[in-house]
């Protein structure tokens, strides 16, 4: 028996020898495979798991650029934005902690600091009671708004104090100091971030700039890390936009054509001033200009700039492209004389003034000075169909104004092979053609200034963040008619006033030049008939050498149209330009064409 069990123990040595060393191979492949995961992990990161780690750890917030500001002439302030921040906390993480930790002020060690010592350094950050603020971060809301509009210098404090659950969220307000100065072509903002009109609008890339941010490390119980990553992406603000505006004379440009506007109940009225050296427009007024910080207070229709929105028929004043292509051409100068009836028909069309008179001999001058259709018929059957439409065409119109606005009105020129046997002549006297005002005072911009064309410029410049300024290059000029007969033309408008029947443009002290227009206005249901008349007057000075243009038009006002005139309102604010821009009295002798054959 004895040997049986002998033997017995003896077999199983080897079994139990096999089995532990089977137990440290599992043992020692575990260790092994551990390990590498360990190496990949965190030696090799082949998945990322340690970025992936980090991501989830890491919380932005932005900081927005701060909105270019548009600038008038002389830098003052038209529209800017202001940085303000909203102070938020997520109760849930502010509740529930007693206690964390920050840098201390030298940044040298991390330091305790208890919930209401926080809350203390927050009101007093805040300038608001302790227990509001306290009322303000409890809870079991992810999102609660404890402070609005924080001005920057606050912001950054509270962000120092690291306080659990409390963040801030950057915001732009935009603020418009002069209200309702220019405010049309200003502009205003969509939800208080995107240009809905205006300048706002057209220049919107420009004037954003690109936000900034702000990234930061938090651990799983949310709370900010003190020494984890802090991240700092300044904003690009944006670049300020300078206009060729004159704030002030834009001011007095308002008031004037609103008060004559109230005075005959038009239904709306503009005014126009262009520097015609440059082509600045330095006043373009609307009546009922909205104010871009509350622009609902004014209906939708008064919200743009109809001086480069609204075409409509203009009338006399286009009396003076007929002249000047006239003269161009070689088939009239200013002293020719035309024998006229009361009324003249040509190809079964009867055309009459808006005076009765009797046969007259007229000069072209006179024709011009006392607006007469009979004469400008007569007159510009010199010229062909083709000619006709060619020198409208030179003239700009049909041609939108690049300005940098919104809906700009190209107006509406047919073809001349499309003419009616009536429009091949209403043409010539500003009906059958449709412009907006700012077309009309280009054209009579390339007339003062010697037959160059400058187109019209709004924007002057765009300044960068660190005063960098960069012109807007003007567009190329256009020498339209020579110089010869852009004197020409000069004096025939300048005898309008001296001689003819524009006496209410005149100036003391100064020479002018100007020409009216009236013009039937059609019903805006689109039905036959017209609903009023659109009256203007658009004029330069001095006549030594034009400086200004104004233009002043009343679409509808109430009344007898003859009894209407712009002529007190075209004065004053020529008067304020004149005196604004500093220009010279006149010292020359005014031109004084006879208005009639001698």
């Known amino acids: 028996m004895a040997q049986r069990s002998g033997k017995a123990v ?10 532990l060393r089977l137990g440290l191979g599992i043992m020692l492949t575990l260790l092994l495979v551990v390990g590498g995961k360990l190496f990949l992990v965190q030696g090799l990161d082949v998945g990322g798991m340690a970025e992936a780690a980090l991501n989830s750890r890491m919380k932005q917030t932005v900081l927005p650029a701060e909105r270019g500001s548009i600038l008038d002439s002389r830098g003052t302030v038209l529209a800017n934005s202001v940085i303000r921040y909203n102070v938020v906390v997520d109760q849930r993480v502010n509740t529930k902690t007693e206690t964390f930790k920050r840098l201390d002020d030298a940044k040298e060690k991390l330091v305790d600091v208890s919930r209401e010592q926080g809350l203390t350094e927050l009101a007093a950050a805040l300038g608001m009671e302790k ?5 303000a971060v409890t809870g079991q809301q992810p999102y609660y708004i404890v402070a609005k509009d924080v001005k920057p210098d606050v912001e950054d404090r509270i962000s120092q104090l690291q306080i659990p659950g409390i963040v801030t969220e950057g915001i732009s307000k935009r603020v418009y100091p002069n209200g309702s100065v220019a405010g049309g072509i200003i502009g205003f903002l969509q939800d208080g971030t995107t240009g809905q009109a205006g300048i706002e609008q057209t220049q919107d890339e420009l004037l954003k700039g690109s936000d900034g941010k702000r990234l930061f490390e938090i651990g799983a119980d949310g709370l900010r890390i003190p020494v ?5 992406t300044p904003p690009q603000d944006g670049k300020d936009v300078k206009l060729t505006l004159n704030s002030d004379l834009q001011y007095f440009a308002q008031q004037a054509i609103q008060s004559q506007s109230d005075k005959l109940g038009a239904e709306w009225g503009v005014i126009i001033v262009m520097d015609v050296k440059t082509g600045n427009l330095v006043a373009m007024a609307d009546t009922n200009s909205p104010d871009p910080n509350d622009p609902g207070r004014v209906a939708a229709k008064d919200r743009g700039v109809r001086a480069v929105t609204a075409a409509y028929e203009p009338g006399s004043v286009e009396k003076m492209m007929t002249a000047a292509a006239l003269i161009e051409e070689g088939k009239a100068k200013p002293l020719d004389t035309f024998t006229l009836g009361p009324t003249y028909t040509v190809d079964g069309q009867t055309f009459s003034d808006s005076f ?12 011009l000075g006392y607006s007469m259709n009979t004469g400008t018929v007569m007159a510009g059957q010199r010229l062909s169909k083709e000619q006709r439409y060619d020198w409208l065409k030179k003239f700009g119109v049909g041609e939108a104004p690049d300005i940098g606005l919104p809906a700009t009105a190209s107006g509406i020129l047919t073809p001349w092979e499309q003419w009616d046997g009536r429009q091949e002549y209403t043409v010539l006297f500003g009906q059958g053609v449709s412009q907006s005002t700012l077309q009309t005072v280009r054209a009579f911009q ?19 963040a660190d005063g960098t300024e960069e012109k807007v290059p003007a567009a190329e000029p256009r020498q339209i008619v020579s110089e010869d007969t852009a004197q020409q033309v000069q004096d025939i408008l300048e005898s309008a006033v001296t001689e003819g029947q524009i006496k209410d443009a005149a100036i003391d002290g100064y020479r002018v030049g100007a020409k009216t227009g009236t013009s039937e206005s059609p019903c805006d249901d689109g039905k036959s008939g017209f609903c009023g008349y659109t009256a203007s007057m658009v ?5 030594d050498d034009p400086r200004f243009i104004v233009e002043v038009v009343l679409q509808r006002p109430k009344g007898s149209i003859y009894g209407i005139t712009n002529g007190p309102v075209f004065r ?6 004149l005196r604004t ?3 010279q009295p006149s010292t020359g002798e005014p031109a004084r064409l006879p208005q009639f054959a001698k």
């Not at 003896?10 to 089995?19: D, E, L």
């Not at 004053?572 to 330009?577: E, F, G, R």
Request: aromatic residues 4%; charged residues 20%.
């Open 446 to 464: 390339s007339i003062a200034n010697n037959g160059v064309m400058l187109q019209p410029r709004l924007i002057d410049s765009y300044v960068s």
């Open 581 to 583: 821009y500093n220009v």
């Open 10 to 19: 003896n077999s199983k040595v080897p079994n139990a020898t096999k089995r």
């Open 539 to 543: 004029g330069m000075a001095p006549m």
């Open 131 to 135: 227990d509001a603020i306290r009322e």
């Open 228 to 232: 984890g990553v802090d991240e700092l």
């Open 572 to 577: 004053s604010v020529m008067s304020q330009a």
């Open 356 to 367: 009765a008179h009797g046969t007259e001999e007229r000069t072209l001058a006179g024709i």
